[in-house]
């Protein structure tokens, strides 16, 4: 079955690791991301974006990872991503996912604030945990931009989750979506402040490229949840395009598919360790 991500999460903050979740958009990520999971005896959070959902359905992702959390024997949890609308939400939690994100950072305060716990409201019926986010995480993820990023405010934080009722919280400490173009810059004195002053769970986002030693401080700072994507997509791509370039007469999906996802898996593993997460359960 798949797992609510209050448990893992607050096991990961009482132990001192992160759980990891990477974004994952078509199968052989999701069987990638789960064979590194099980290998490693880590929890883990298989997540999707708005996009990745209108590339195949909310029924599609969460119909494979639910067979898959039948037979793993390390806790899954399945996790809309950046939501963003209640509507949305709506549907992956029909459909069985078992997290769920809103992301109302573009909004002003109230306006996120309002919508997430709306959609916190809603997850209670399926007993699922909700992700909020408060200030603004720069860059580029899927087809979000964000041009001008803003760090957490501390204050704000505490009145956020008093007022949703979320379970974690995103927060925005100088990570990027994406590509890096300059070398990331972590706020930790930020961090270290809301961790002091907010007890829910704290999420790290835009965490391709930066640089694992700023992981595991961020982690030993209160980070329970680390997201990555891009680094996913470029350890896919970059086997499959390098097959076809060498191959004479490319045709079978399978074959390069399998180097993608091998690549992927191998990936997965190394962040498992950073994020401590392994030998878990
Ligand atoms: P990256 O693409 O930078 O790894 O960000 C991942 C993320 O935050 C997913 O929500
Ligand atoms: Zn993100
Ligand atoms: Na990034």
Redesign the pocket.
């Known amino acids: 079955m798949l797992v609510n991500t209050k448990e893992i999460l607050i096991h990961a903050k009482e132990n001192k690791y992160a759980v990891p979740a990477f974004n994952v958009e078509n199968m052989e990520m999701m069987q990638a991301v789960i064979e590194a999971a099980t290998e490693l005896r880590s929890p883990v959070i298989l997540q999707t974006t708005p996009s990745t959902l209108r590339y195949a359905s909310p029924e599609f992702f969460c119909g494979m990872a639910t067979f898959a959390s039948k037979k793993a024997d390390v806790p899954i949890a399945m996790h809309l991503?950046?939501g963003d609308s209640y509507e949305l939400a709506v549907k992956c939690l029909a459909a069985g996912y078992s997290s769920a994100m809103y992301d109302g950072s573009k909004h002003e305060f109230d306006e996120n604030a309002a919508v997430t716990k709306k959609v916190v409201d809603l997850a209670k019926f399926f007993d699922v945990h909700v992700e909020g986010e408060l200030g603004r995480?720069g860059g580029k993820?899927d087809d979000l931009v964000v041009e001008h990023a803003k760090y957490t405010d501390p204050d704000e934080a505490v009145e956020f989750v008093k007022v949703t009722g979320v379970s974690s919280l995103?927060v925005a400490i100088g990570t990027v979506?994406g590509v890096y173009k300059e070398e990331p810059n972590l706020n930790f004195e930020i961090l270290e402040e809301i961790q002091k002053k907010v007890s829910v769970p704290l999420v790290l986002?835009?965490t391709s490229g930066v640089d694992d030693e700023d992981v595991k401080k961020a982690i030993s700072l209160g980070i329970c949840k680390v997201?990555y994507?891009t680094d996913l997509r470029q350890a896919f791509t970059k086997e499959v395009s390098k097959y076809m370039l060498e191959e004479k007469n490319p045709l079978d999906p399978k074959k390069y598919l399998a180097l993608g996802r091998q690549s992927v898996k191998e990936y997965c593993k190394n962040k498992i360790l950073v994020c401590g997460s392994n030998n878990r359960y």
Do not use: C, K, S
């Open positions: 991503d950046h995480v993820e995103a979506h986002h835009g997201n994507a």
